[in-house]
């Protein structure tokens, strides 16, 4: 039987721009090379790759009363995600975030909407019961969900799922304290370097797995070209991105959370699901935009395949 996941928080409309040359500065204008508004938001393309990928995913978080909020519940039932804990909430906007790319380097303007109004009572405990992992992105996003998300983790684990949580980036750089009151109920901590930096007051990425790990946690630390590096049951462990052509890294760190979930709860060593999510990452950067969440579980398993053969990831 496919493992259960709740996933709660962000799903928001992305308009990404392309091609660009550079990241414009103040007062500057470049060209894009392509747009595209695509559903996105940290927690929604998680729950869509984890879906593809043949887990049973259930999502809660709010959507505003308009056509984007429509859009992003269509895009998440059409990766065959389960919509009925989304919350249409009038008294807001669907949450809206423009992406600058240049394919190696992008940059954010968000407008949060009701991507940040998610609330503790959204989600239920018949949600929580009927799933066997929780998974929470954008935690710096959730501005009304935060200071409860001790107690939804909490109230998790006692019905005995396991945890994951992803960041994201803090946009008022305070980094606030309050997260490491929901870290001793998290099984997975999902940052990218310059989060997990940020947050423990480090300077790489192995000073950040020192402070961050602890009480059987598994941390993971994505670093972009680099790979990832994690760390679990005292062992440190470091993985170089697979080499592929680089054209878009939009939507490559929550891609990567999907594949590493997929193999956490498939019961996978540390190693393996590291693997995984490496190549879940490489398909995603491969590709621009909402292409780059992976079609299902046999291109991931093609792709590892041919690495194989080539001689990669031996």
Known sequence: MAKRVLAVGDVNLDLLFTGLESIPGAEQEVLAGGLEAVVGGQTGTV????????????????????????????????????????????AFATGTTAVLSTGRQRCYVTF????????????????????????????????????????????????????????????????????????????????NQAEAASITGTDTPEQALQALAGAGRTVVVKTGASGCVAAAGGRVRRLPAFPVRVVDVTSAGDVFDAGF??????????????????????????????????????????????????????
Request: hydrophobic letters at 45%; proline letters at 5%.
């Open 47 to 90: 729950a869509r790759a984890l879906s593809r990928l043949g887990l049973a995913v259930s999502f809660a978080g709010r959507v505003g009363d308009d056509e984007h909020g429509q859009a992003a519940v269509r895009a998440l039932r059409e990766a065959g995600v389960d919509v009925s804990g989304v919350i249409v909430d009038p």
């Open 112 to 191: 949060p909407g009701a991507a940040a109004r998610a609330r503790r009572s959204d989600v239920t405990g018949e949600q929580l019961s009927g799933a066997d992992h929780l998974h929470v992105g954008s935690y710096y996003l959730q501005e009304a969900l935060r200071p409860d998300m001790p107690d939804l983790f909490r109230e998790a684990r006692r019905k005995g799922l396991t945890t994951s949580l992803d960041p994201g980036w803090d946009p008022s750089r305070r980094w606030g304290a309050d997260i490491r009151e929901v870290l001793p109920f998290v099984d997975v901590f999902l940052p």
């Open 261 to 314: 979930l997929y193999g956490f709860l498939q019961g996978w060593g540390l190693a393996e699901s590291m693997r995984f999510a490496a190549a879940c990452g490489a398909i995603a950067v491969s590709r621009p935009g909402s292409a780059g969440v992976m079609t299902g579980l046999e291109e991931v398993q093609a792709f590892l395949a041919a690495t194989v053969e080539e001689g990669e990831g031996q």
